[in-house]
């Protein structure tokens, strides 16, 4: 369900950040750059260097005023470098950081989860979930962290049940909701709050990487009673998570998601099921998406 832009509100003035993950304009990170800078909030953008050819970060570095510095999430080095950047840029420490990373090396190559290249899978669950480990840790001994900030990653819930075509990825969003809860405890100590964000499926470059996904979208809006949320949803989400209104919130795995992560069956998807089987119709779709259990 769409929907329909917020006009700013002042929610983030006078706070600064890290937004990692900006690719293009149908990424997540895209719309929370946009909706953190309409809220009055300043921050860095930031992007592994592949992203220099893949991407089209120069135009939201413009569009925002936000500095852009190439920095790889996997690399100590260059997160140290990205933190002495930006402290430098705002005078002091940052207030918020906003992790959207993700790769699934195997699902990519349509490597299928019982045959995973195990190099690629180390990969992905480092640049998906063990980047925002390292992130945290490396901005903590920069200290760049001010107290009472707060950290957002995005997550799916893959991570809870099984999506046989997101494959490794349950398991590196697994990890990723794990690090937050292991991480939320030690950063409650100077009141800093970490929380992942469960989005629907929403159409990104990453989300169009995976196989069956038109059809996953699909079921996801049958299922879901408000239908899926969009990414502008999910940016003006995220902006209530990095402000002050939600100063007690912290390491929880909060669904966006329009309902879908509480429903069991819908009377829609009943519906579509029962005229597919009753009238003989072409039950292909149906098995990829549940598995063929003949």
């Not at 490396?138 to 799916?156: C, E």
């Not at 002050?244 to 069991?264: A, I, K, P």
Request: glycine fraction near 12%; hydrophobic fraction near 40%; aromatic fraction near 8%.
């Amino acid at each position: 369900m769409a929907a329909t832009p917020l006009s700013g509100h002042g929610l983030l003035q006078g706070k600064t950040g890290i937004i990692f993950g900006a690719l293009n304009p149908q990424s997540l990170a895209w719309y929370i750059a946009e909706a953190v800078h309409r809220e009055g909030g300043r921050f860095v953008l930031t992007n592994a260097p592949v992203a220099q050819r893949l991407g089209e970060v120069d135009a939201l570095s413009e569009k925002t005023g936000a500095p852009l510095i190439w920095a790889d999430a996997t690399s100590t080095d260059d997160l140290d470098r990205l933190f002495a950047e930006a402290t430098a840029h705002f005078g002091g420490g940052i207030d918020f950081i906003v992790h959207s990373i993700g790769m699934g090396m195997n699902v990519r190559k349509n490597r299928p989860y019982e045959d995973l290249n195990p190099d690629w899978f180390l990969k992905t669950l480092d640049i998906s979930a063990a980047s925002l480990h390292r992130t945290i840790t490396q901005g903590l001994k920069a200290g760049a962290l001010n107290d009472g900030g707060s950290i957002v990653t995005l997550s799916f819930i893959g991570a809870q049940r099984t999506f046989s075509k997101y494959s490794e990825m349950g398991d590196a969003k697994a990890l990723l909701e794990s690090i937050v809860r292991s991480y939320g405890y030690r950063l409650a100590k100077r009141g800093i709050r970490i929380n992942s964000v469960s989005q629907s499926p929403t159409r990104t470059s990453a989300g169009s990487g995976i196989r069956g996904f038109d059809l996953l979208y699909t079921f996801a809006e049958t299922m879901a009673p408000l239908g899926n949320a969009d990414s502008d949803s999910c940016a003006d989400y995220v902006v209530s998570l990095l402000s002050d209104y939600t100063r007690m919130v912290t390491m929880q795995n909060l669904f966006h998601d329009g309902g879908f992560s509480t429903m069991g069956v819908t009377d829609e998807l009943l519906e579509l099921l029962g005229e597919g089987l009753l009238k003989g119709q072409d039950s292909s779709a149906l098995q990829e998406l549940f598995g063929d259990k003949k």
